[in-house]
């Protein structure tokens, strides 16, 4: 089974400052990785993922993530952040075989400050 | 292209109560999952289905039911409400291959008093 360490659960960041939050995983096996994005009231929307190649992945609205398999992390930055990014953000990973369903960790809430 | 559609958007249950919760999806996918989302404990997983005919248990599926009769819709089922099931809950689909990734719903906020 896998499983997703967000370490921060709170993150407070003044406007067009960079922003990281870590995400750290566990798998015996090898696997995909995911950044989902929640504005208030609404559902997940994904950010990006890594499925494989390239270790350096883009997504929308600006941020980006490198998969770390040495590290078993997915950290994802944003080198200026704008007030529209406040939002929770949720890191997942699923085994890159048969039917394995995403595991989420508990989030991580970023606040741009003004 | 509607995504994946939930319905109700808010519901105040009794303990006690029964419900379903819809969801629908017009993306053809073959797989969907239930999840619930509780404040600082991420989504848990309910239950999932590969495709019509086909359900299984995830990780938090006591006091639920689903059914998949058929690839479009996957309601979830609450047989006897306690205020523990009060919760957001997320129904998503997706498929894999080079597009892996699931499209979320909106979500149910659900009260259970």
């Known amino acids: 089974a896998q499983s997703v360490t967000q370490l921060d659960s709170q993150v407070p960041v003044f406007e067009e400052a960079p922003v990281e939050l870590r995400c750290n995983y566990s798998s015996s096996v090898s696997v995909y990785l995911f950044w989902y994005v929640q504005y208030p009231n609404q559902g997940l929307q994904l950010l990006l993922k890594?499925?494989?190649?390239?270790?350096l992945v883009k997504g929308i609205n600006g941020f980006e993530a490198e998969f770390n398999k040495s590290q078993t992390s997915f950290h994802l930055r944003k080198p200026s952040v704008h007030i529209s990014d406040t939002a929770e953000y949720f890191c997942?990973?699923?085994?890159?075989?048969?039917?394995?369903?995403?595991?989420f960790g508990t989030g991580t809430r970023l606040t741009i400050i003004p | 292209n509607a995504g994946v559609t939930q319905t109700p958007k808010f519901r105040i249950l009794k303990i006690g109560q029964s419900m379903t919760l819809q969801c629908t999806q017009d993306?053809?996918?073959?797989?969907m999952y239930w999840y619930r989302q509780d404040p600082g404990m991420g989504l848990k997983l309910i239950y999932y289905?590969?495709?019509?005919?086909?359900?299984d248990k995830g990780e938090v599926p006591n006091g639920y039911n689903v059914s998949r009769s058929t690839t479009e819709d996957f309601p979830l089922r609450l047989e006897l409400a306690a205020p523990s099931q009060t919760s957001v809950y997320f129904c998503a689909s997706g498929d894999r291959g080079p597009n892996y990734g699931y499209t979320f719903g909106s979500g149910t906020r659900l009260t259970v008093v």
């Open positions: 289905s590969v495709g019509a005919g086909i359900t």
């Open positions: 890594y499925l494989s190649g390239s270790t």
């Open positions: 993306m053809n996918h073959n797989y």
């Open positions: 997942a990973v699923s085994a890159n075989f048969g039917n394995e369903k995403l595991t």
